[in-house]
């Protein structure tokens, strides 16, 4: 079974950066295809960012592109997210998320999910 654990997370204003990292156990991380979505208050979750088995390709939300990077690391079992110039309207518990195979933007396609992290971004 595979488990994920995300970390990373915090207040900050805007215009700052964080980056969050995600963690996989259980084995066959080189198989997986990985994803990042937020949940804000009140609102569906959305995808954010997805990352191929080998990390070769990204595809990220519009409302993130030229500001978010993924990334992983295959030797450590971590799944980057670097967010730069972030917005209030980042603010968000940030989940990530793998499938075996084949990534995807949907995440109903995702088993495995981690606990959540939450990004806080003050005007």
């Known amino acids: 079974q595979v488990q994920l654990v995300e970390s990373g997370g915090g207040l900050v204003q805007a215009g700052e950066s964080l980056r969050l990292s995600c963690t996989a156990s259980?084995?066959?991380?080189?198989?997986?295809?990985m994803g990042w979505f937020r949940q804000a208050p009140g609102k569906e979750r959305e995808f954010v960012a997805s990352i191929t088995r080998s990390g070769s390709s990204t595809v990220y939300a519009d409302s993130v592109k030229g500001r978010f990077t993924g990334s992983r690391d295959n030797s450590l079992n971590t799944m980057y997210l670097q967010m730069n110039s972030l917005k209030p309207e980042d603010t968000a518990v940030y989940y990530c998320?793998?499938?075996?195979?084949?990534?995807?933007?949907?995440?109903?396609?995702?088993?495995?999910w981690g606990q959540g992290t939450q990004v806080t971004v003050s005007s």
């Open positions: 998320a793998a499938k075996w195979f084949a990534v995807g933007t949907d995440p109903n396609t995702y088993p495995f």
């Open positions: 259980g084995g066959g991380f080189n198989n997986l295809a």
